[in-house]
């Protein structure tokens, strides 16, 4: 087979049953049914604070409920003070190394460093020249799909949705695994970092195929570098004509070392200690985690970033303090943008006064801006992260403070780099599967009791009611 291969045209795919395809009244009786679920299910804030329940697992500072253990990664947000915790500029520590100081490593010697940010991550130490040159290697020779993976699997049913695709392709991989449901630590490992190396894979293959069936794009599928880092192999996939800048390849090595891991409670870590506590196979595991990335309160933040950016652009004419003041205000009003109330990339539930992976970011999308002669989109997105806290505070009751979060800056620094924004969340994903896998190791390693918290029960006891008498 040649390196690439091209497809010309496009195919129709089925499309199932909308609610919209549906007459008046049967859409109506569905929407009655849906208001009496609602109905069923609503609970009172106050019983809440009643019963001391930590709603989200967090107190009302936005600290977490401790349940776990973990020498992974460790996130500082408050600082002990005399009477109380006080908050403080962030700090994440991979393994004990300051994240500033891992980067900051790795740019001093002129090298990519997520490789070795993933070791670090799975085996609690940096590794020597000769042990990283080994790991590197392991990993290049993983990049590799199953024979035929990518016709029978991927192009069979495209997905608009590209973390569905993703977690599509990744339970496809199950039943090609003859050790699928082996659960030692060895066979663990292996399949973990088979998944980072065919991540970006799946992802990019994903996105090529939607391209061409839903916008009519020519198919082109190259295969993967033999040599180099994760991202300098993602640009190649992407990219039809595979060239890159030096620049642009340093610059996604940091924001996949920046992704690649973030304490052992984030929503998507967390899934994977839950999941794994049961003794589930890799494969179910992982999507589960994916499920929970794609969501636009975790993962799929950056999309709402760089749509709520747009949708400024488009309604504010004129971009000022007042005019943008007056725009925010309207988002928390619910009178702007999706509706929903919030500014997304504004805040955190761990961090307070900062996120030191968008103090990192920030540095690199001002560079990149001027080298793109973006000076005004940076100087737009520096005006809401000045301008956003404060009005937030106006609005909203705040226990702790409210600064830019990572997802801020990453969805402007991808689309300077001129990635797809359908990407966006899974390039997230392609970074996070390290932690997620050392997580999955550790869980399994500490032989842990399935996790199963406790919820009260709030409805009445009632007696049952023959059919004729209700």
Not at 13 to 28: G, P, V, Y
Not at 67 to 82: P, Q, V
Not at 240 to 247: A, C, G, H, I
Request: charged share 25%; aromatic share 10%; glycine share 8%.
């Amino acid at each position: 087979m040649p390196d690439d291969y091209i497809i010309q045209g496009f195919m129709a795919t089925e499309r199932i049953a909308q609610f919209s395809d549906l007459d008046k009244n049967a859409r109506a009786k569905i929407q009655k049914l849906a208001d009496a679920a609602a109905e069923s299910t609503l609970i009172g804030g106050e019983l809440y604070a009643k019963y001391d329940v930590k709603r989200g697992l967090r107190d009302l500072s936005g600290r977490g409920v401790l349940c776990g253990l973990t020498h992974i990664s460790e996130i500082i947000a408050f600082k002990d003070g005399e009477a109380e915790s006080v908050p403080c500029e962030g700090e994440l520590y991979y393994r004990g190394i300051n994240i500033h100081s891992l980067i900051d490593g790795f740019l001093a010697e002129g090298r990519y460093g997520f490789e070795e940010t993933v070791y670090l991550l799975l085996f609690g130490r940096l590794p020597g020249k000769d042990e990283l040159d080994e790991f590197n290697k392991i990993l290049i020779d993983f990049r590799r799909l199953p024979r035929y993976f990518v016709r029978d699997v991927i192009m069979k049913a495209p997905s608009k949705d590209m973390m569905n695709m993703l977690s599509r392709s990744v339970l496809s991989l199950y039943p090609y695994d003859d050790f699928a449901d082996d659960i030692s630590a060895a066979n663990v490992l292996r399949q973990i970092l088979q998944l980072i190396s065919q991540f970006p894979l799946l992802s990019v293959y994903g996105y090529n195929t939607y391209r061409h069936y839903h916008d009519e794009k020519s198919l082109v599928i190259h295969k993967p570098l033999d040599k180099g880092s994760a991202a300098e192999n993602i640009l190649h996939l992407l990219r039809e004509d595979k060239s890159f800048t030096p620049l642009e390849a340093r610059i996604l090595d940091i924001c996949l070392i920046l992704h690649a891991e973030h304490g052992g409670g984030n929503n998507s870590t967390f899934t994977t200690h839950v999941v794994s506590s049961s003794g589930t196979d890799t494969y179910s595991t992982v999507v589960a985690s994916l499920s929970s990335l794609k969501g636009p309160r975790h993962g799929g933040a950056n999309i709402k970033v760089a749509g709520m950016f747009k949708d400024l652009k488009k309604n504010v004419k004129k971009i000022t303090e007042a005019s943008v003041t007056e725009y925010l205000r309207k988002i928390l009003d619910k009178q702007a943008f999706d509706g929903l109330g919030l500014i997304y990339g504004m805040g955190h539930a761990v961090y307070s006064l900062s996120d030191p992976r968008a103090d990192i970011l920030r540095g690199y999308v001002k560079q990149l801006a001027v080298e793109k002669g973006r000076e005004d989109d940076y100087a737009m997105y520096e005006m809401v992260e000045r301008l956003g806290p404060e009005i937030i505070n106006e609005k909203r009751k705040i226990y702790k403070g409210v600064s830019a979060n990572v997802d801020f800056y990453s969805g402007l620094l991808y689309n300077m780099l001129g990635l797809p924004a359908e990407l966006y969340t899974p390039f997230f994903a392609i970074a996070r599967i390290a932690g997620w896998g050392a997580h999955r190791l550790e869980e399994l390693c500490n032989n842990g009791k399935i996790i199963r918290p406790n919820y009260m029960a709030l409805s009445k006891r009632t007696e049952y009611t023959k059919l004729s008498e209700r």
